[in-house]
């Protein structure tokens, strides 16, 4: 089932916060975030799993609510290279690989 | 080297046309994925492969069919396509197990007239 992301869409000046949020109906293992620029591939910016283990960026943050079934990517500092989709997807592992489900993403556009 | 890469970067076919896509890596991945993307969509998952063989087909039509005939190489072979299969196609690569990023190669962008 495909998580929910929001906001749909954030405009911000370089220089403020940003909180994207992605939750789901069904009970999450793992929560993987990407962020697609305009024309390219999607790029890996972290994993959150249940437990509390993460794998990622190190200058990016995310929380991960496994009883409210939600995660939160946490952008602060805005950066003009911080633009782009960012998706959310829902992970599960089935025979040894990743099925992963994206949200519908979040369009994060940082003006100077 | 962690790139993924896709040949060709665009195809325009018709639908009686028979053509393929192809994807290769070489970061010893043992698993490798096709995604569609439409217009300001998210990626969809079509099918996956573990280890070069099909461990996930999310109920892709037959005009669709994967290929993967050694641990580096990916294809997706297609024929009588639909307009509406016209789309950008992901192929990406990740270490098996589960919870592992995944690396996107650039997409090959379809048009089917």
């Known amino acids: 089932q495909q998580p929910v992301q929001s906001p749909q869409a954030v405009i911000l000046r370089e220089g403020e916060d940003a909180v994207i949020n992605c939750s789901s109906s069904k009970a999450l293992y793992s929560v993987h975030w990407y962020r697609q620029k305009h024309g390219e591939a999607p790029v890996f910016l972290m994993i959150?799993?249940?437990?509390?283990e993460q794998k990622g960026h190190e200058k990016i943050s995310a929380s991960f609510n496994e009883k409210k079934q939600q995660s939160s990517l946490y952008l602060t500092a805005s950066q003009l290279s911080y633009s782009g989709t960012y998706f959310c997807g829902t992970g599960r592992t089935q025979g040894g690989s990743e099925k992963l489900v994206f949200g519908k993403g979040t369009k994060l556009t940082v003006n100077p | 080297d962690t790139e993924v890469t896709q040949t060709p970067k665009h195809l325009v076919m018709g639908m009686t046309n028979k053509k393929s896509l192809k994807c290769e890596q070489h970061m010893g991945h043992r698993a490798m994925y096709w995604y569609k993307q439409k217009a300001k969509k998210p990626p969809e998952l079509m099918f996956v492969?573990?280890?070069?063989?099909?461990?996930i087909n999310e109920s892709v039509p037959s005009r669709f069919s994967p290929e993967c005939p050694n641990s580096s190489l990916l294809n997706l072979h297609l024929h009588a396509l639909q307009p509406e299969d016209s789309a950008l196609y992901l192929c990406?690569?990740?270490?098996?197990?589960?919870?592992?990023?995944?690396?996107f190669g650039p997409g090959t962008r379809l048009t089917v007239l």
């Open positions: 959150l799993l249940k437990g509390g």
């Open positions: 492969y573990s280890y070069e063989k099909l461990s």
């Open positions: 990406a690569s990740s270490q098996t197990g589960g919870n592992n990023e995944q690396f």
